[in-house]
């Protein structure tokens, strides 16, 4: 089982676990069923929609590193909002970060929260972000906003812990090269992947 609040828990055997990267899944993974979905938004959504096309799960667990100007290298957060921080069609009289005539707020609410890890708001973009300085998301990915929406519009609980691997800062590039594989072994922890119960 999958604890991840006391409310809720789930069979290992029904949970996706979704990762950009097999490093960052290692071999703790191994006996899960898992997505490599590749960088990017576009990659994260169509390969976690082929997926659900094929086999339901009952929750998306999305694992990954990134990078944070806020939280400390090696911590590990739950994001439970999410920003699309490429989105900008303020020209057209959108807000910042909003997608024109979708009917989705700017900050996309769609996670579960555990109980033990500190909470983060995700800002999504299909750049490696290496000056962050924006306030309104403390922690920057590139895939995470578009496995929230798919999970959203599923209906399929969603939960995204992501590993602190870098600063968002001119060190980003060489410190997510030396953390990204410390990932796998801190969420086999927290979720107890391949310990016996």
């Not at 290992?12 to 997505?35: K, P, Q, R």
């Not at 957060?77 to 910042?96: A, E, N, S, Y």
């Amino acid at each position: 089982m999958i604890e991840i609040n006391k409310e809720q828990s789930f069979k290992i055997e029904d949970v996706l676990f979704s990762f950009a990267l097999e490093s960052e899944a290692a071999n703790v993974f191994e006996n899960c069923s898992t997505l490599i979905t590749g960088i990017g938004k576009v990659n994260a959504a169509y390969e976690l929609t082929k997926k659900i096309q094929q086999k339901r799960p009952s929750l998306i667990v999305n694992l990954g590193s990134a990078g944070s100007n806020f939280f400390q290298k090696g911590d590990v957060i739950c994001c439970t909002k999410f920003i699309q921080r490429d989105m900008d069609v303020r020209g057209l009289g959108f807000q910042q970060y909003e997608t024109p005539l979708s009917g989705l707020p700017t900050v996309l609410e769609h996670g579960l929260k555990m109980d033990v890890l500190k909470e983060g708001i995700c800002g999504t973009g299909d750049s490696f972000e290496m000056a962050h300085s924006e306030v309104l998301y403390n922690v920057v990915d590139m895939e995470a906003y578009a496995l929230a929406m798919i999970a959203m519009k599923e209906n399929i609980p969603f939960l995204c812990l992501k590993y602190i691997s870098d600063g968002a800062d001119d060190n980003a590039a060489e410190d997510w090269a030396v953390q990204v594989h410390k990932a796998a072994e801190a969420y086999g922890k927290i979720l107890k992947i391949n310990q016996k119960e």
